[in-house]
């Protein structure tokens, strides 16, 4: 998987990138687990507590990056977290997504899952 | 009952009496819960690090409020223990009030997010603690379930629940917690300074596992005609009621 190994990469330059990764029942990142394991969450099928979650790891200034969810359903009550939903450019690279997520700061990032 | 205790307990109702909305029964359980760890020390050692000058200080440990209806009593502690509060209240916890971390409307939604600053201090091996405040029907959410069992699994034992039981009910907490690899500490009385503080002190030692203090509260703690009688959950007190009980604790 193409974004896997592009955040294998990020995440030497990124040090507080943190993935969330929500697919069932097997991890869709094992290179980014490989390399940094304490930074990789596998919570499969659990959404309803992810944003909350991932709303607790972007108070400490990390850029919580969640897999496997899409903008609906998306409404959370603190209306200060930073949301954005991020998808695949229309080539099918994720070369820009760097730059992306060094602008955006601390926040939580939402992908959704490819079909 | 310290004097300290009591002060609170009448600042707390003074403010649900002024916003003219609030829970006063359900925020009196959870009082001395939050007195405790604000105002609790060990050898003159804050047991819950924080600075009221410095609210955003870096080092300072955080308390997440998931009961909401406590809110009126997390704002007089933090009054009393020297915040700078607006003069207009949130109803609900937002963060722009200094000393509240979280901005919350839903139930359950404060403890799925002190998981996940328990989880960045894990990640970031930092030296500081999260205290979460949650009421015994928050736990009837799935996604608390999903928290706690996730707190578990990653070992977060950075993360302390405090668990306001003011509903007595033949739920087996201790079971259930220590089932998803919880330690459990339960309060004799959970309204007592001296026990709630010891119960802090132990739950900042466990390691590897994350610590549920299970208190079993009362309803109205503290106000002699209201304990535990359902009709003053919701009560806003009038003037003339705020002075009885000023006279009764004061």
Partial sequence: MMLDIKLAQIGLKIKNL????????????????????????????????????????????????????????????DRTLNIKLVEEGPEGQWEIFEEELKAFGPAVLLIPEEV | MNLRQRELRLEALELISRMGEGSSGRMLSSIDLIEGLYFGEENGRQIFKHNPKLPQWEGRDYFVLSKIEALPALHAVLQKDGYTLPEVLPFFPNRKVPGVEVTTEEHAYGLCMAVGMAQAIQISHLNQHVFCLVGDYELDHGRAWEAIMVAAERKLDRLCLVLDENNPNDYLWQERFESFGWKVIK????????????????????????????????????????????????????DAELQEIRTLLL
Avoid: N
């Fill in chain 1, 18 to 77: 943190v993935v969330l990764d929500l697919t069932f029942s097997q991890g869709k990142f094992p290179e980014f687990k490989r390399a940094y394991e304490s930074r990789y969450i596998h919570l499969p099928g659990r959404k309803e507590m992810a944003l909350a979650f991932a709303g607790g790891l972007s108070a400490f200034g990390k850029i919580v990056l969640i897999y496997g969810m899409d903008s609906e359903g998306c409404e959370v009550p």
């Fill in chain 2, 187 to 238: 309060l004799r009385d959970a309204h007592d300074h001296d026990e709630i503080v010891y119960g802090y002190m132990k739950a900042r030692l466990t390691l590897r596992k994350p610590t549920c203090i299970w208190a079993p509260t009362k309803k109205s703690a503290g106000i002699p005609f209201a304990e535990r009688k359902p009709e003053y959950d919701d009560t806003v007190f009038s």
